[in-house]
């Protein structure tokens, strides 16, 4: 079992900044994928940013530029650097850790509001 608890979500203004942070615990295998989904009222749950234990990232379209993804993998966490944020970007965010042959697991989620 992987649990997964998230933290820095908040209220902020267009333009601001907010950093997500991830810890993972449980049993955790060093060969992994940890990032980040989004989903906003009425919408999909779509894919924000992924980073694998060895640094390969992915990011949606739409955040590239503005959202940088990083791993601290000693601590297993992840981070989620949030810049340049639109109202576009209000969602409940949620940390994932997945691995081949295994099963997906997520967090609580935290809530993102962005102002205009």
């Known amino acids: 079992q992987v649990q997964l608890v998230e933290s820095g979500g908040g209220l902020v203004q267009a333009g601001g900044s907010l950093r997500l942070s991830c810890a993972a615990s449980g049993s955790i295998f060093p060969i992994n994928t940890m990032g980040w989904y989004r989903q906003a009222p009425g919408k999909q749950r779509e894919l924000v940013a992924t980073?694998?234990?060895?640094?390969?990232?992915n990011y949606v379209d739409s955040v590239k530029g503005r959202f940088t993804i990083s791993r601290d993998n000693p601590k297993n966490m992840v981070h989620l650097q949030m810049n340049s944020l639109k109202p576009e970007d209000t969602a409940v965010y949620y940390c994932?850790?997945?691995?081949?042959?295994?099963?997906?697991?997520w967090g609580q989620g935290t809530q993102v509001t962005v102002s205009s």
């Open positions: 994932l850790y997945t691995r081949i042959t295994a099963k997906t697991y």
């Open positions: 980073m694998t234990d060895a640094g390969r990232t």
